[in-house]
């Protein structure tokens, strides 16, 4: 018979086998092979081909975390049984799985499980069979089981394997759900425990004269301190190590310290080295003083010193986990005794609260922004902030309550429940959360062995992930889910564990619910930074107690704002303002909707209250103010010609000159809060717009923002000024030309008004009728705008007048154009470089500008002589204006590299380039400093010395009127202040000192460059 006929004979089979492959195929799928083909293939291979429909076997397989990968595990261990044990060695493994469901249950399940495991169990044929065993004493083993586990492995290879072996079974009760994650982590640190002692055994064994020269303690640390280690995790220790006991007193010590270091350092090979039967896990002893930086081995004493005297808070957190592991068990007490009293003494330390500031701010900076998506550890609600929690309220509470000294995360948090410190519905989801995070965690690392914290992107991983968690319908949907539900409530609870037990101190419970005693409230509050706890408390029962809907908004509102308080310069405000507001618009409807539904609003109004006092203070007397800050939008500067209108509107509207200035300051006051607030917020940075990211363009919206907003002002004080006495008109053309930083549109929060006033009597009007009229409007602005405020004050300034104080308040276009072609002095002409109308009549303000370019930008640039007498009068300023006692390194304004140094030189290059350089023409000092940079008369490199100091030493300005409520040229010398300060500026808490050395450097920087710019030889002034 051919082929032919054998093929035809087949043919009617076809679709009667196609129908059963089918049908197999769709069993394996409801087995959860993702791979139905290739898992029939695998089943149809000889050694399995008698057992492919054996369901005992096929449920096993159907019970891993993924089946495919269990079953191509089990083909390769019983290939290797074969090569190992004969023929049949393959066929007795497998009928000794199918005859006993708990070495089934184990054996497949690691299979399924992990990779790195399977690779294990093929390369040691034998160590399957430590699965067998199934006892009571074999469910939870402790540090002498493993112990007796690793017995007999002298060499670091056979320590390696023994460890896998040790570990099979932790995995095996782990997948098989006999043992859950607390008891795994305990465990594997139990295991780690016993491994670093067979691991000093080995290297004492290696070196018995170093072991008999010393006394080594090793100090278990982080999650192996707290028996809740990782599959794959750095195992964290500190070496602790003395003479030996009955030494003599003239014997070596600096010799046991250096053998002690050999041990040490050949433990650590140990653990660490990778060869053919792979690597156990790195000894990390960095916790150590001084880090990496510092010695191995010190000394108990020696490190009783250096926490005495050094150590930071984050080091005393770390050692809330000490517990002593392996070597000199006497020793190790000894140093857990003695460290432990400084820990719970740690958060009465002088620099506590700024620690953890840092130490909160670290957790957030250590997400790497590529994966801060998939972080399980770092990223928001991750496994960081549920430690970062728990150890800061031991540390808080602990100091007075033993029951809270648990080294473990859970553990910990059980015992805050327990007493009273977390709410306890709060501590059971956390805990959720928390088991959930790290049971992830463990089997992402299970799989091949490998320490990551990253949620896996390729669906096969995925679902074997959502498996083995027990999700068994559609696992990847599942598993994200369960994921985002559980990241989310840590995020939420993050906030809550600190705050709401502070305001269930003070509300008014329901019978049987817990309360925070008033003296851990306080404990806790100021270990987040509020130096009046008493006053605190006080707040939060005027905003938190009751049944009215208020109250109840207020609870819910309360423990993310106190949060946002705690991350400011000065909580203690933060919250007194918010209580002030909150007494003011409470009974306004859309007030606590606005902070509850508008997630901005509340973040931004927590911000804005604890900065300092400038906003504060406007929102206090305009507290509808609030509303501007729901978005974005609400807060971004409105232009001058929209404020003059309003402005202009309001003041029609008044009966009297008075009345008519006080509606104009309503405008100012509100909207010099939309740019503080806006100033404020970009400076902290919210969730959704990172700080600090460029500060250009924010000095340079607030200059014109402010600017503007006081041009709107100085317009409706003029229109109130005339219209008490000629109505709409007056006698003569008026104009208010802005000078100084007001012309440039580069003032801060606490300028003044600099101006000139301009008139010219209109047709039929007397000189002396028109000079009166403008005189007297003049004189009536000032007046008005001087009127007694609890607002920012605006003074006019019309010092830089011809002939200055003593020359005339107002004078005529004529007047002006006269006194210039005879009198002007060269500082007239640098002054008016920034000269522009910002009220009054337009076209008279234009054609006083077109008066003045010719002296500002005069053609040739000034005489040598002009030069000479600007550089004069700069010094004479410097020596003379300066205030006594003031700091010439730090005053912002006239010191070394300040703004009057930079903003000299560039008028100085506007003085000799303008005319030929049309760029140069403008009011602007950092537009100016472009231009010339443009024009190649400035170094691109001196051009980003002079714009950088300059606009440092104008944020530092804005910062001070920001904090204090009033302008200042140098920094406050009161810590908070200063600190606030620093905050506006980008700097964390704690690191002024590095504040005011950028600030010299920056502005040292600068003065150099000035003195060569601006004081360089008289030849050159002139040419």
């Given amino acids: 018979m051919g082929a032919g006929a054998s093929t035809g004979a087949e043919r009617p089979a076809g679709p009667d086998a196609g129908g059963r492959r089918r049908s197999a195929f769709g069993r394996l799928l409801r087995y959860g092979f993702t791979d139905p083909a290739e898992a029939a293939r695998l089943l149809a291979a000889p050694e399995l081909a008698p057992h492919r429909d054996n369901t005992v076997l096929l449920d096993g397989l159907g019970g891993a975390a993924d089946p495919d990968q269990a079953l191509r595990g089990l083909l390769r261990l019983m290939e290797a049984q074969r090569l190992c044990g004969g023929e049949d060695g393959g066929q007795r493994l497998l009928d000794t799985v199918l005859a006993a469901k708990p070495l089934r249950d184990r054996l497949l399940g690691v299979l399924g499980a992990s990779e790195a495991l399977a690779d294990h169990l093929v390369t040691h044929a034998t160590d399957w069979q430590s699965l067998v065993t199934w006892e009571t004493a074999d469910l939870h083993p402790g540090v002498e089981e493993f112990e007796a586990a690793l017995e007999g492995a002298d060499t670091p290879d056979a320590l390696r394997v023994a460890y896998r072996r040790a570990l099979l079974g932790i995995a095996a009760r782990d997948v098989c759900g006999t043992s859950d994650l607390a008891r795994t982590a305990a465990e594997l640190a139990d295991l780690a425990t016993a491994t670093l002692r067979a691991a000093l055994a080995i290297a004492e064994a290696a070196a018995p004269e170093d072991a008999a020269a010393c006394r080594l303690t090793v100090i278990g640390m982080g999650k192996c301190g707290g028996r809740e ?78 926490y005495q005297r050094w150590a930071k808070t984050w080091e005393f957190q770390a050692l809330l986990k000490a517990r002593f592991v392996a070597g000199d068990a006497e020793l190790g007490r000894a140093y857990c005794e003695a460290v432990s009293p400084l820990v719970w003494q740690a958060s009465e330390r002088d620099n506590f609260v700024t620690d953890v500031q840092q130490m909160r701010r670290r957790v957030i900076a250590g997400i790497p922004a590529a994966h801060v ?19 800061l309220l031991q540390l808080v509470h602990g100091r007075s309550d033993p029951e809270l000294r648990s080294p473990t995360t859970l553990e910990a948090l059980r015992a805050l429940a327990a007493g009273g410190y977390v709410g306890r519905r709060d501590a ?117 107690s009751g049944v009215s809907r208020k109250s109840a908004i207020q609870r819910t509102l309360l423990p993310v704002l106190l949060g946002w308080f705690a991350d400011s310069a000065d909580p203690d405000a933060g919250l007194l303002g918010f209580r002030q507001v909150s007494d003011a618009l409470g009974k306004t409807p859309w007030y606590l909707r606005l902070l509850r539904d508008e997630g901005a609003a509340a973040e931004n109004l927590a911000r804005v209250l604890s900065a300092g006092r400038l906003a504060p203070d406007l929102l206090m007397r305009a507290p509808e103010a609030v509303a501007l800050l729901g978005s974005a939008e609400e807060l971004a500067p409105r232009g001058r010609e929209a404020l003059t209108q309003e402005v202009l509107a309001a003041v029609g509207r008044a009966d009297t000159a008075e009345q008519a200035v006080a509606a104009a300051r309503g405008v100012r006051r509100r909207e010099l809060f939309r740019t503080a607030a806006a100033d404020i917020i970009g400076a902290y940075g919210t969730e959704d717009s990172p700080a600090h990211v460029d500060p250009a363009p924010a000095v340079d919206r607030v200059g014109r923002a402010v600017s503007d907003l006081n041009a709107a002002t100085v317009a409706g004080a003029l229109r109130a000024a005339t219209r008490a006495r ?153 020596s003379e204006r300066l205030p006594r006692g003031a700091d010439p390194t730090t005053h ?105 050395e950028d600030y010299r450097r920056t502005t040292r920087r600068a003065r150099a460059v000035v003195e060569r710019l601006f004081y360089e030889d008289e030849e050159r002034a002139g040419a």
């Avoid at 053309?733 to 802005?738: N, S």
């Avoid at 470089?833 to 005069?858: N, W």
């Avoid at 590299?897 to 930079?902: A, F, H, I, K, P």
């Avoid at 009033?966 to 200063?978: N, W, Y």
């Fill in 428 to 544: 059971a989801d956390l805990d959720a959360a928390y088991r959930f995070l790290r049971t992830v965690e463990h089997h992402i690392q299970l799989h091949r062995m490998r320490r990551t914290h990253l949620m896996p992107e390729d669906d096969a991983a995925l679902r074997r992930l959502g498996r083995v968690l027990g999700f068994r319908a559609e696992p990847v949907t599942e598993l994200h889910q369960a994921w985002k539900r559980h990241a989310a409530a840590v995020r939420r609870l993050h906030e809550k564990l600190f705050y709401r037990p502070l305001l269930d101190a003070v509300a008014q419970l329901a019978p049987g619910e817990t309360r925070l005693r008033t003296q851990a409230a306080r404990e806790r509050l100021e270990a987040l930074g509020y130096a009046d706890p008493a006053g605190a408390l006080r707040h939060l029962e005027a905003l938190a």
């Fill in 726 to 878: 000629w109505g709409d008109t007056l006698p003569t053309r008026f104009a208010v030309i802005g000078m100084g930083r007001f012309g440039g549109l580069e003032q801060g929060y606490g300028s003044d008004a600099d101006v000139v006033f301009v008139h010219e009597p209109r047709e039929g009007v007397g000189e002396r009728e028109a000079a009166e009229a403008a005189l007297a409007v003049a004189g009536e602005m000032r007046r008005l705008l001087q009127l007694p405020t609890t607002d920012p004050p605006l003074l006019i300034d019309a010092d830089l007048r011809p002939e200055g104080k003593s020359g005339p308040l107002v004078r005529s276009l004529a007047s002006y154009e006269a006194y210039y072609r005879r009198w002007s002095l060269a500082w007239e002409s640098q002054a008016l470089l920034r000269a522009e109308p910002v009220a009054g009549d337009a076209e008279l303000g234009r054609r006083f500008v077109a008066l003045i370019d010719p002296l500002r930008y005069p053609e040739g640039g000034p005489s040598a002589e002009a030069v000479r007498e600007i550089r004069r009068l700069k010094a004479r300023m410097e």
């Fill in 892 to 996: 912002a304004k006239l010191g070394r590299g300040g703004l009057s140094d930079v903003e000299w030189t560039v008028q100085l290059i506007q003085l000799r380039h303008a005319h030929e350089v049309p760029d140069l023409r403008t009011t602007r000092t950092r537009d100016a400093l472009a231009a010339a940079r443009a024009a190649d008369l400035l170094d691109g490199d001196d051009a980003d010395v002079l714009d950088e100091a300059w606009l440092l030493a104008t944020r530092v300005r804005n910062a001070v009127m920001l904090v204090r409520g009033r302008p200042g040229d140098t920094f406050p010398s009161e810590p908070r202040e200063l600190a606030a300060v620093g905050r506006y500026l980008g700097y964390e808490p704690g690191h002024v000192g590095e504040l005011l």
């Fill in 229 to 306: 280690l990782n599959y794959v995790s750095d195992v964290d220790v500190i070496f602790v190590a003395e003479l030996p006991q009955g030494a003599p007193e003239d014997a070596d010590e600096p010799g046991a310290l250096r053998a002690a270091t050999r041990l040490a350092a050949h433990l650590v090979r140990i653990c660490a080295d990778t060869t053919a039967e792979g690597t156990i896990w790195p000894v990390d002893a960095n916790l150590r003083p001084e880090g990496r930086n510092g010695p191995l081995v010190r000394t108990l004493a020696s490190h009783l010193a250096y």
């Fill in 373 to 391: 998506e998939r972080e399980l550890k770092l990223g928001p609600g991750g496994l960081r902030d549920v430690e970062f929690a728990v150890q």
